[in-house]
């Protein structure tokens, strides 16, 4: 059995200075019953503002208030925090909502119920309206054009006044149960129960494959379509359900005050949200619940003093920005990982038994090249990177593709995978012509780990496995945000293949840390174990060896050598040539974009062809001579 000191950079094991299990615990326990205390004090509020107070009814609109507010901050996070996309269209999708009550209680005579359901038809078909334009946008830009979207929802809503009312709005907005209006009592416990829905769905959103999609568009689309992830589509979804949250929210609020009008989609009043958001911490679960309710406080508290209340706001943010960048919860979670990694910091033993995790290639047609490429020609501008390179690799081997720096080697993967539309040639897997999107070719069987690391730092070591498993996934995104029974088998099952995969690489101790935690050289393993997960027939590694200790290189040779034998083709781009030579059955050889040599690494070590090409970098010489 082998070990891997699996301590960041290498270091060994600090030793535990806490009982760390017992600290879990203890956090657990205190988190339950906060969360049980807080969820009690909400249902009984109305009970003891009835009580102490003559006021209950001010005080009820005011954490109903707070709660419209954080489904819209819930909305918020969704698109900024955890798909990375910048959204200033919130307000205005709370607008367009509201008037999607307001139509249909005041005009249609419908009943709220149905509004809701119509403002949150509404919020989602905007939303992915919006986002369909913007679809190639980048951060900043995709902002911009949310930002003339949000003006455009306000100018249709001054203007399309046989539906909103034009300037003065839609008034007598009220919701009915029967024939009777409902007290602001009911009214208080629908927002409670939609606060509620709202949450439970991101909660399951973000945890579910659906969730760890976006996330993983969020933090590289490249990497993102190598795990079979279509950008677009992951985009379009979560963009849908951050419409359909803030048009819900924006049914709420024409519900409670009675009105909607568009100074209700100002930006000005959108502001609010993007602090709460900040201040209780982004791309975390409660964190906007923390924030909007911290801000829901902090108004009432200086209410006597109403007109500083935007100096006030602007000056928390900025202090929150300064010392809490994370934001309340996002800086709790932080130091949480930093108790855990000392507690948990041990050198990992290796086991034995190949886990049938580790994915085995049946049913190959004989003969039959998993991967090939053909007269590829890509050239940029005027440089000739490929021209006119063949390459066959078989199932069942490892084929090794070297060259000195420039030679073509990641241009030729990239244009294997479809990352770079080719000038001329075929690309073809087990036969079939490749399809022509990364994120399809991915579908078809073909993965590949990057030379510079991918990984999705901002989300723990086994979230990032089990993107990897994102293709094997057959649950709807709604059984994912509903928890149906399909969706919790497949889950758990997941859960548990992606402990043994990381157990086997020797990272079982890291996977609930922050991936960007881990050493460089974990990184690069952990890269491949969730290659791995997606259970390819060809895995290719672009230079995985780069900065690996010895234990790690051995990590990865001998995952190399299972994956070979159970069938996949490996591919692997490296420098490294003890390593390639000692681990490969077959290598081609680049040259200014040109194979000048193929075979076995025996033929490449003694082809002339190749001293040539590596004369200048003398070590290999030495090595291949
Ligand atoms: N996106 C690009 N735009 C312009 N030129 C490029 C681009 N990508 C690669 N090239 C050029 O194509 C040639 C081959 O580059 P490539 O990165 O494929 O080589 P490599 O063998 O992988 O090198 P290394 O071992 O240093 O990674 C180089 O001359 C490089 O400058």
Known sequence: MATVDSSPGGVGSPGSVFDSAAYHRARTVVLAVLSVAVIGVLLAWPAITDYYSYNASYYNG????????????????????????????????????????????????GSWLLGIAASVAVGTVVAMLVLLVSLRATYLYFGMITLAANLIVIEVGREWESVTGGIVGVSGIAPKLGDEFMSKQAFYYVVLACLAV????????????????????????????????????????????????????????????????????????????????????????????????????????????????????????????????????????????????????????????????????????????????????????????????????????????????????????????????????????????APHAAHRVAHAGVTRVFQVPHLFERVSVLDNVLTGMRTRETYSWFGALVRSPSYRRQDRTEREEARELLAFAGLAS?????????????????????????????????????????????????????????????????????????LCDELTVLESGKVIERGTPEKVRNSAAVLEAYLGRPDLVEEAS
Request: aromatic share 4%.
């Open 198 to 433: 709202a949450y439970i769905l991101q909660r399951n959103l973000v945890r579910s494959g659906v969730g760890r999609a976006s996330m993983a568009v969020r933090e590289s689309s490249d990497t993102a379509s190598a795990m079979g992830i279509s950008p677009a589509r992951a985009k379009l979804l979560l963009f849908g359900v951050c419409g359909g949250t803030a048009g819900l929210s924006g049914a709420l609020y024409a519900l409670q005050l009675g009105f909607i009008n568009p100074d209700v989609g100002l930006l000005d009043n959108g502001i609010i949200f993007f602090v709460g958001l900040f201040l209780g911490g982004i791309s975390t679960l409660i964190g906007p619940l923390i924030g909007v309710g911290l801000i829901a406080v902090l108004v009432e508290l200086i209410k006597d003093q109403a007109r500083y209340t935007t100096l006030v706001l602007g000056v928390l943010l900025l202090v929150a920005m300064m010392v809490i960048p994370r934001g309340v919860v996002g800086t709790w979670k932080a130091s949480r990982m930093g108790r855990d990694r000392l507690a948990e910091a041990d050198d990992e033993t290796l086991p034995d038994e190949v886990p049938d995790v580790v994915p085995e290639v049946r049913d190959v047609p004989d003969g039959v090249a998993a991967l090939e490429g053909s007269g590829i020609v890509k050239h940029f501008g005027g440089v000739h990177a490929l021209d006119g390179v063949d390459v066959r690799i078989m199932p069942g081997t490892v084929h090794g593709i070297i060259g000195p720096n420039g030679s073509g080697k990641s241009t030729l993967v990239s244009c294997l995978t479809r990352y770079h539309q080719i000038d001329a040639g075929q690309v073809r897997i087990f036969g079939e012509e």
């Open 510 to 582: 890291r996977a609930d840390w922050l991936a960007s935690s881990l050493s460089h050289g974990q990184k690069r393993l952990l890269e491949v174990v969730r290659a791995v997960a997606s259970r390819p027939k060809v895995l290719i590694l672009d230079e995985p060896a780069t900065g690996l200790t010895s234990d790690e290189l051995d990590a990865l040779g001998r995952l190399c050598r299972v994956l070979r034998e159970r069938g996949l083709a490996v591919v692997l781009i490296e420098h490294n040539v003890d390593f390639v030579m000692g």
């Open 62 to 109: 005011i954490v109903a208030s707070a709660a419209i507010s954080a489904i819209l901050t819930i909305s918020l996070n969704l698109s900024m925090g955890y798909g990375g996309m910048l959204s200033m269209l919130h307000s205005g999708l709370q607008l367009a909502g509201g008037y999607a009550t307001g139509y249909l209680v005041v005009k249609l005579s």
